[in-house]
């Protein structure tokens, strides 16, 4: 077999080339899949004959949001709607790197200016969720890295947007530009997508594929001129969320409906509801 060597610099050229070819956009979920938050969801337990208030993490909800012995309070996810209360744990989380199996993912997706969306169950206003992305790039990225993150900025959005802005508000313009945020337990996702939302943190399947949906319709809408003149060979999506029913529904969403609707796109679930990330590929008839 024949080797051919090449220098660095032309690894790295061979690579941004292989990048920009590629539209690469991701769908992810927060909670245990970027971030382990400390956040709390209250519920009852049946302990004998009587139900017993109980405090349970993010990731233990996950497993026993469909047990029988537990049960959804009217007030089980008050901690999932106040802004200040999501900073607050989010910057509790940076700080003891309390990182899940999505982050080193999500990382790539901000320093390669690639769209991406925020789907969770939480029932924060959209704009805590940004803030929340802002804050991990803040507190997360390296300087190298916030650097190249800007220059790719630059480089993707259209220089009549960038031109004349600071590094500030070139992040601001990329995470209102390139983001899209779906906390679907929230009084503005269902007014925005005609859903009723009570109990959406506890049942937020549906929602989510509403959203994926959503978010994969936009993207197309906004690259349809690269589509035609060939600036992307191939348009990915990946979908990461840490609930095995999550997965399974978008699996079934993406095989079933997706793949049927909108062909051009190569669709990515990452499993991360066993600590790890799993990645399955989900082919086209």
């Known amino acids: 077999m024949k080797k051919i060597l090449i220098s660095e610099s032309q690894y790295y050229k061979v690579r941004r080339f292989l990048l920009e070819a590629k539209l690469r956009s991701y769908v992810f979920d927060w909670d245990d ?5 400390p956040t709390k969801i209250h519920m009852d337990k049946k302990e004998g004959d009587k139900w017993v208030p109980v405090d349970v ?5 996950a497993h026993v949001r469909t ?7 009217e007030d089980s996810f008050s901690d999932f709607k106040s802004t200040d209360a999501f900073l607050r744990d989010a910057e509790q989380a940076i700080h003891h790197q309390k990182f899940a199996p999505s982050y080193k993912k999500f990382i790539e997706a901000l320093i390669y200016a690639n769209n991406f969306a925020i789907n969770t169950a939480r029932g924060h206003k959209p704009e805590a969720l940004k803030q929340g992305v802002k804050l991990f790039i803040k507190m997360v990225l390296s300087r190298d890295e916030k650097k190249e993150m800007i220059s790719n900025i ?19 313009l990329y995470l209102d530009e390139r983001g899209e945020y779906y906390p679907v337990s929230s009084e503005e996702f269902g007014e925005r997508f005609g859903l009723p939302v009570t109990g959406g943190a506890s049942n937020p399947e549906h929602a989510k594929q509403v959203a994926i949906e959503h978010f994969v319709r936009k993207l197309l809408d906004g690259v349809k001129n690269n589509l035609v003149n060939g600036k992307y060979k191939k348009i990915s999506l990946g979908f990461s969320d840490d609930d095995m029913k999550n997965v399974k529904a978008v699996q079934k969403f993406i ?10 796109v190569h669709f990515v679930v990452y499993d991360t509801s ?5 990645k399955m590929v989900i082919e086209k008839e």
């Open 33 to 37: 899949n970027i971030l382990r938050m």
């Open 57 to 61: 993490s993010t990731e233990e909800f």
């Open 67 to 73: 047990d029988p012995n537990y049960r959804i309070r």
């Open 154 to 172: 630059q480089k993707s959005l259209p220089g009549g947007l960038t031109k004349g802005l600071n590094p500030e508000q070139l992040l601001d």
């Open 255 to 264: 095989d079933e409906q997706l793949n049927k609707m909108y062909p051009e």
């Open 274 to 278: 066993l600590g790890g990330k799993k």
